[in-house]
């Protein structure tokens, strides 16, 4: 049974609505944002329509804000726009569809104002406006909203898309717009991307890649971002109305041959029971010349070949691409397909392969991934002269996977990042070499057996005797 101080609902009942109301008075002073809230709830016990007015208002007044938003002030504006954004779909639409629909579009048309005055990194206040454009979908279905009108709004929308605030609306909306709604949507978006349009300045042409003459620019491939604009809309729509064809005209024929490209048209042909056309597809890649072809692109292979009856080919083609890679998603996609038992017998081959692989960090990402924490330890173990402490962000989690119940493993790579720190004279790393250096000691009393490693006794010497004039170091550790 929790105290009767615990904080829950129940106990703060027993307070009484007075003593409750003075308490939420007392909290909310000097606090604009519970001032807000409490506002809100007052409207909402009030009507619906009150409710409305109050989100009308404080959204009226968020888009009239002009200062700049820093990153440690995104948190408190997300909190106000989802309080809005909740308010407007669990009370305002539930009551009143229409009237929901309108504040919903006032509530996405705040994008544009937010991010050209904020610091957006860590993508929040964007989750906010993804999540409207899901509900307006709901909303506007809800509110029966003419397919034509909610196309014109959808279309002009689309079109001022700065900053990808609407990036999800057109899918949002298909079941609101239905089949002519989506067929007069797609003639907006045609029309527009035959009236007249200024080419791009020099400097505003953006490099997505190169080829053996020099840059490869965006607008070359995809056209500018107009022609990209409708390209992506009628894509959307293509998919909303199951035109696998019309999907594909959209992509330029240079931009078919890429295995990203490829892979991604070839996922709709095999839904679509087109199993040769996607094979097509795959094998008209042009990779550039590369030895490493994206992992989307072979698993769209493997699953296509299973379509086509070839399923020796298909798991020919994911172990291939295990061996070349040593990502497991291959591995899983292969044993998945194996007869019981098989699947054991395979995935041991697969580990002794994963042992003897050129590069020993890739593999010790596999065992750690997989998870085979054994096998990484005597992975380590084995080849711990192979190991490069400089690659900490693969050598941190790695110790620390290790440490529980292998922890002479654990010890040799932490060593790995101490001997690369003081043999490079990375000043910067002392510290973090110093806390290794600790935590070598904390696991020192649970090896039983260092075997060739050496003490740790016999290594912190050896540490002395090559890095004594490191004080910066030594400093640290004492």
């Known amino acids: 049974m929790a105290a009767k101080t615990t904080l829950n609902a129940k106990n703060l009942e027993a307070l009484g609505a007075q003593r409750l109301a003075e308490l939420l008075i007392e909290i909310s002073t000097g606090s604009a944002a519970h001032k807000q809230r409490l506002r809100m709830e007052l409207a909402g016990n009030a009507s619906s329509a009150e409710m409305a007015r109050e989100i009308r208002k404080r959204l009226a007044s968020i888009a009239r804000a002009r200062t700049f938003i820093d990153w440690h002030k995104v948190k408190k504006l997300k909190a106000d726009l989802e309080t809005q954004r909740k308010a407007i779909v669990d009370i305002v639409a539930v009551d009143d569809p229409k009237e929901g629909f309108e504040l919903i579009w006032q509530f996405l048309a705040l994008a544009d104002s937010i991010f050209e005055r904020s610091d957006d990194g860590s993508g929040s206040l964007m989750e906010s406006f993804h999540q409207a454009c899901t509900d307006a979908g709901v909303i506007a279905r809800a509110a029966g909203v ?9 279309f002009a929308a689309v079109q001022g898309n700065a900053y990808g605030q609407y990036d999800e609306l057109i899918t949002a909306m298909v079941a609101a717009l239905g089949n002519d709604g989506l067929e007069y949507l797609k003639t907006l978006f045609v029309q527009w991307s035959k009236e007249p349009q200024t080419k791009p300045a020099a400097d505003d042409r953006r490099v997505i890649g190169w080829s053996a003459k020099g840059p490869i620019y965006e607008d070359e491939v995809y056209g500018n971002q107009r022609e990209l604009t409708v390209r992506i809309a009628l894509q959307e729509i293509a998919d909303a109305q199951g035109d696998v064809d019309a999907y594909i005209a959209q992509q330029p024929e240079k931009t078919r041959r890429f295995p990203l490209v490829a892979a991604d048209i070839a996922g709709r042909l095999l839904f679509s029971g087109r199993a040769h056309e996607a094979l097509q597809m795959l094998d008209g890649v042009d990779t550039g010349g590369r030895t490493e072809i994206p992992v989307e692109w072979q698993l769209a292979r493997a699953e296509t070949l299973d379509a086509l009856g070839r399923a020796d080919e298909a798991q020919a ?6 061996e070349q890679s040593l990502n497991d998603v291959h591995l899983r996609a292969f044993l998945k397909r194996l007869p019981d038992f098989d699947d054991i017998e395979a995935e041991e081959k697969a ?5 003897a692989f050129p590069d020993v960090h890739r593999a010790l ?13 005597k992975l380590v173990v084995k080849r711990k002269a192979e190991l490069d402490g400089d690659f900490y962000e693969l050598m941190t989690p790695a110790a620390e996977a290790l440490a529980e119940k292998h922890p002479l493993a654990a010890t040799l790579v932490l060593r790995s990042m101490i001997d690369f720190t003081l043999d490079s004279g990375r000043s910067s790393r002392y510290k973090h070499a110093a806390r290794h250096l ?9 090896i039983t ?6 003490t740790h006794e016999a290594y912190l010497a050896e ?4 890095h004594d004039k490191k004080y910066g170091f030594w400093d640290l550790v004492s």
């Open 146 to 154: 003419d397919a034509e009108t909610l196309a014109d709004k959808i």
């Open 317 to 322: 083609d994911r172990w291939k691409s295990f």
């Open 351 to 355: 580990f002794v392969y994963v042992h």
């Open 365 to 377: 990402t596999f065992f750690l991934g997989w998870p085979a924490l054994a096998e990484a330890a």
């Open 438 to 446: 600790a935590e070598c000691v904390s696991l020192s009393p649970h």
């Open 449 to 454: 057996d260092f075997s060739s490693a050496g």
């Open 463 to 466: 540490l002395k005797r090559r």
